[in-house]
């Protein structure tokens, strides 16, 4: 019990003298997650992914969504994707990833 106080006190320690330590992982990690795009094709607007630093060609909206639900809300709302017909939101199950 007693080293596990003293690890504990001197990771503290270095992390408040050098704070950029405890950072580090952080940006080295990547997002695993993906973005979603909106992206008009001719009529018609359909949901492609992408990254966050390159937007697809024919991207409608300033920002990509999060996840594909919220990328199909979007979509019945944006005036260009007006008769864009889109399936149903899935319902997320607990226990499903």
Do not use: W
């Not at 992408?50 to 979509?75: C, H, L, R």
């Amino acid at each position: 019990m007693r080293h596990a106080r003293t690890v504990l006190l001197l990771c503290g320690i270095a992390l408040l003298i050098c704070p950029a330590i405890g950072d580090a992982q952080f940006a080295t990690q990547k997002k695993k997650s993906k973005n979603y795009y909106i992206v008009r094709k001719g009529d018609q607007c359909t949901i492609q992914t992408g990254q966050f630093e390159e937007k697809p060609e024919g991207a409608v909206g300033d920002a990509p969504y999060a996840t594909k639900n919220y990328a199909k809300s979007a979509i019945e709302k944006l005036p260009e994707c007006k008769g864009t017909k889109v399936e149903p939101n899935e319902k997320h199950k607990k226990g499903d990833s």
